[in-house]
């Protein structure tokens, strides 16, 4: 997948995945917080053994998310 694809796809997701992509046996995950000072980025990086779950992840930061965004406003 070229890198134009794969920016596309994590803007339409709203989030982003590394499966052990930089270290082996490390996965992390991303969203992009937006608050009026700009936007960040809110990760978890996790042993790739905890991944079977992806979704409760991803779930998990995306509330993070929310709350932040939402103390921020």
């Known amino acids: 997948m070229s890198l134009l694809a794969e920016l596309t796809q994590i803007a339409e997701q709203g989030y982003a995945v590394d499966h052990e992509e930089f ?3 490390v996965s992390g995950f991303a969203v992009i917080v937006n608050t009026y ?11 790739s053994f905890r991944t079977k779950d992806q ?3 991803v779930t998990a930061l995306q509330a993070c998310k929310a709350q932040i965004e939402r103390k921020l406003a």
């Not at 000072?37 to 042993?47: I, K, N, T």
């Open 37 to 47: 000072l700009g936007q960040y980025a809110l990760a978890a990086v996790v042993p």
């Open 55 to 57: 979704q409760r992840l």
């Open 23 to 25: 270290a082996a046996g």
